[in-house]
């Protein structure tokens, strides 16, 4: 598909063509969400004003199109705001994460729809991701062909074995595994153990399905000649208009999470080699034909989340499954039972474990432990309206030392759960580097251009020297502690660009522009969407302009969809009379801002 950028020529044969083709009542607004923690862990939303009315909708996603959000309407807004569910601080606006003056500036999507004349928008608001560096500044009136963050990996630590090994385990019909058929609960203490493995309760209950505690310590230990420990990294995606990440072993044809491991793959921890126990791996058949499966397992998972009031997870499996939030049993569904959907409201554990058990904005551990010990047909599936955390980050904040000065913290985060070796130490936690405080960690800065290029001719810009000052305002004498003068960098040629910080591959950037006169940039779309003025029809062959802004351009011109100019004249007061003109579309020009008016 051809990519059409919002041009910064307004005017002439193609976008008379355009307009003469009409327009559909339908607008369809569509964003790129950012590939940073705070897009990528909460729901996106787009607030704006209709008549009058302030409006908030939930952003859905677009189907076949990775990590694009969209949001319809009848009518384009006005004073439109993209946002985010939980994180209501967090916004962007017409300028997207290149914004200098860090606030969100609304959009006038009504403007932008109708001097363009299309029904759809597509909006990269993160600079790092546009298909091509151009002065339309991440606007798109087609899809530009670019994806985003549609997936991410939460490691599983599972313990193969077969029924020949562990008699917990079997497709027979056999009297220990009958009395442990259907739904059984209280197998398990309420509490997740010091060891972060279910402590097995003793109940009656419990008994039924294992005998001793040792048996049931198998499950999810590793065991010598008994099971073996393998690695398996569960993919979650957002699929076609559903705003959940989703993990579904039904697409792929049943979760067999153990079907390729082999002696090479069985996991180290703490200098014990976790096997091989080559039987572990025997296949069985699936009741399906001549197909055999290797299907009889144990898994376990811990990762880290942000709790919000609103949040649910949902689980769907075969056989045992025990679900911990902050360490206390939240999903107690063991035995020998049917695959039925569990859904988790996480605000109800505020009614079973005190008001105080999960506070917004904080974060919580999340234990999965699941079996497949009888079925020959298991599925796992797991639903949440928020992201698991699990990729590094680098994070960067500005310090206002005052007199233009801005120092920058660098902090590098990662989630220990997002590896194998984290989920089999059992203690996820969000681990969070400094470097100012922890000087093993180098940073390497760079500048390049808002495009990720390093700037022509400026073989320096790929890696600052630590200790000194470069380009006059960009201090790494402490390079744990780096301090920029937006305002004094000089040895740059006119135009944006950015200071990368990278900590071990990962990135964060500070933007900051070069000014140049006449060579400065523009954006024909923002100034499009911020016109300092208004059009108000004084009758139906005459408009005035009204503005409050003491500072907009004195002179005003209205060109016909050909672009040529069919009447000027000059701003004379807050409100000022254009003479008639004969019916048809103009558009007013007054300095670089554009309004489009219909006269009948």
């Given at each position: ?194 060891d972060n493995k279910p402590v097995f309760s003793g109940s009656a209950n419990a008994k039924k399905c294992f005998d001793k505690e040792e048996k049931f310590k198998t499950l999810f230990n590793y065991s010598q000649g008994v099971n073996e420990t393998q690695c398996y990294d569960m993919t979650f995606q957002r699929n076609d208009t559903d705003v959940r990440w989703t993990f579904d072993s039904n697409p792929l044809g049943g979760f067999f999470p153990v079907e390729k491991t082999s002696d090479s793959t069985v996991l180290t921890i703490n200098d014990v080699k976790m ?307 004969i019916p048809g579309s103009y558009v007013v020009k007054i300095g670089v801002d554009y309004k489009r008016v219909n006269i009948r």
């Amino acid at each position: 598909m051809k990519k059409t950028l919002i041009s910064a020529t307004l005017f002439g044969a193609a976008f008379a063509t355009a307009m003469a083709q009409g327009a559909e009542t339908a607008k369809t607004f569509n964003i790129l969400l950012p590939d940073s923690r705070y897009w990528q862990t909460d729901i996106p939303t787009l607030s704006y004003t209709d008549n009058g009315e302030k409006k908030t909708v939930i952003m859905t996603p677009v189907a076949g199109k990775c990590g694009w959000f969209q949001a319809t309407f009848d009518k384009a807004p006005k004073d439109a705001i993209i946002g985010l569910k939980y994180n209501s601080n967090i916004k962007l606006g017409i300028n997207g994460l290149w914004d200098e003056d860090e606030t969100a500036n609304p959009i006038d999507l009504n403007i932008v729809y109708d001097a363009y004349a299309v029904n759809s928008l597509y909006f990269i608001p993160d600079d790092n991701q546009w298909p091509a560096v151009s002065e339309s500044l991440g606007w798109f009136t087609t899809y530009p062909e670019v994806e985003g963050v549609c997936a991410f990996n939460l490691a599983a630590l599972i313990y193969d074995t077969d029924q020949s090994l562990n008699p917990l385990f079997s497709f027979d019909e056999t009297s220990e595994l009958d009395n442990c058929a259907g739904l059984h609960t209280d197998i398990v203490k309420p509490e997740l153990g010091a060891d972060n493995k279910p402590v097995f309760s003793g109940s009656a209950n419990a008994k039924k399905c294992f005998d001793k505690e040792e048996k049931f310590k198998t499950l999810f230990n590793y065991s010598q000649g008994v099971n073996e420990t393998q690695c398996y990294d569960m993919t979650f995606q957002r699929n076609d208009t559903d705003v959940r990440w989703t993990f579904d072993s039904n697409p792929l044809g049943g979760f067999f999470p153990v079907e390729k491991t082999s002696d090479s793959t069985v996991l180290t921890i703490n200098d014990v080699k976790m096997g091989p126990t080559a039987d572990a791996r025997t296949k069985r058949t699936t009741g399906t034909g001549e197909d055999t499966r290797n299907q009889q397992f144990c898994a376990e998972s811990h990762s880290i989340f942000t709790y919000y009031e609103n949040e649910e997870f949902t689980f769907g499996n075969t056989d045992d499954m025990w679900v911990f939030v902050n360490k206390k049993l939240a999903i107690d569904k063991g035995g020998l039972n049917e695959p039925t959907p569990v859904t988790l409201a996480l605000k109800d554990l505020n009614i079973n474990y005190g008001e105080d058990f999960l506070v917004e904005g904080q974060e919580y551990t999340l234990d999965i432990f699941y079996c497949n010990r009888r079925s020959k047909a298991p599925n796992f599936s797991f639903k949440a309206n928020i992201y698991i955390k699990s990729n590094p980050y680098v994070e960067l904040t500005t310090i206002d030392k005052g007199n233009g000065a801005l120092q920058l913290d660098v902090c590098y985060e990662y989630e220990q759960s997002s590896d194998c070796d984290g989920v089999a130490l059992g203690v996820p936690k969000t681990v969070r580097i400094c470097p100012k405080d922890s000087l093993d960690q180098k940073i390497k800065f760079s500048i390049t251009t808002r495009d990720g290029k390093i700037p022509e001719g400026c073989d320096k810009c790929n890696e600052l020297p630590h200790g000194k000052i470069s380009f006059d305002g960009i201090d790494l004498t402490k390079p744990v502690t780096p301090v920029i003068h937006p305002d004094k960098i000089t040895g740059l040629a006119p135009g944006y660009y950015r200071l990368c910080a990278d900590v071990n591959g990962k990135k964060a950037y500070f933007n900051f522009s070069v000014q140049g006169g006449s060579e400065a940039i523009r954006t024909s779309v923002a100034e499009l969407a911020h016109s300092g003025f208004d059009i108000r029809m004084a009758n139906p062959h005459q408009f005035s302009i009204v503005t409050g802004n003491s500072n907009i351009a004195k002179a005003y011109a209205v060109m016909d969809m050909q672009g040529r100019i069919v009447n000027k004249g000059v701003i004379n007061s807050t409100e000022t009379l254009v003479p008639a003109l004969i019916p048809g579309s103009y558009v007013v020009k007054i300095g670089v801002d554009y309004k489009r008016v219909n006269i009948r």
